[in-house]
T-cell receptor, first 116, second 110 residues
Framework: KAGVTQTPRYLIKTRGQQVTLSCSPI?????VSWYQQTPGQGLQFLFE???????NKGNFPGRFSGRQFSNSRSEMNVSTLELGDSALYLC???????????????FGPGTRLTVL | GQNIDQPTEMTATEGAIVQINCTYQ??????LFWYQQHAGEAPTFLSY????GLEEKGRFSSFLSRSKGYSYLLLKELQMKDSASYLC???????????FGGGTRLMVKP
């Protein structure tokens, strides 16, 4: 079974631009979460989508947005990029078990975004 | 609020045992995860605890005490390939959102 895939793997943008990152979850997984990882802040939750609906949202400004399609693929968008947005953006997918709380998240390789 | 603490760095010797602690204060709790992350790679799942006690999986074990807001990851028979960051994460009450600690960078020396 293929793992979580993310595209592109590396991206360089300049301040003020906008960027769209893509995530394809493991087949059958309907929950997709996005995280930002930086050396200073560690892994921080951005948002989670389930069945095309945003289910949770972290403490990030409105410049960060996302969506999920009917095939569970997800995209996140960052508008008006700032230098501080340089980070590794990780996507994770999981199954939904009604009777179990684990719902282990499987992470993709990430997209390394550099803002100049 | 959410607060998860773990040591920043640890060093241990190949073949030894190391325990990585994690303390948490969160508004909701639906389980605690441990992930391993090698430099430049994605985090990979190690263990999950939702009830008090010890979960053993090969060389790795994880313990949880909900009343104390405390967990640890125990790595036995350390190997050089265990050099990585170990991330403690708490799952809240809604959905699959995980709140991560800052991670513990473990260095295994010969």
């Amino acid at each position: 079974k293929a793992g979580v895939t993310q595209t592109p793997r590396y991206l360089i943008k300049t301040r003020g631009q906008q960027v769209t990152l893509s995530c394809s979850p493991i087949s059958g997984h309907r929950s997709v979460s996005w995280y930002q990882q930086t050396p200073g802040q560690g892994l921080q939750f951005l948002f989670e989508y389930f069945s095309e609906t945003q289910r949770n949202k972290g403490n990030f400004p409105g410049r960060f947005s996302g969506r999920q399609f009917s095939n569970s693929r997800s995209e996140m968008n960052v508008s008006t990029l700032e230098l501080g947005d340089s980070a590794l953006y990780l996507c994770a997918s999981s199954l939904e078990f009604r009777d179990r709380g684990s719902n282990e998240q499987f992470f993709g390789p990430g997209t390394r975004l550099t803002v100049l | 609020g959410q607060n998860i603490d773990q040591p920043t760095e640890m060093t241990a010797t190949e073949g030894a045992i190391v325990q990585i602690n994690c303390t948490y204060q969160t508004s909701g709790f639906n389980g605690l995860f441990w992930y391993q992350q090698h430099a430049g790679e994605a985090p990979t799942f190690l263990s999950y605890n939702v009830l008090d006690g010890l979960e053993e999986k090969g060389r790795f074990s994880s313990f949880l005490s909900r009343s104390k807001g405390y967990s640890y990851l125990l790595l036995k028979e350390l190997q050089m390939k265990d050099s990585a960051s170990y991330l403690c994460a708490v799952k809240g009450n809604a959905g699959n959102m995980l709140t991560f600690g800052g991670g513990t960078r473990l260095m295994v020396k010969p």
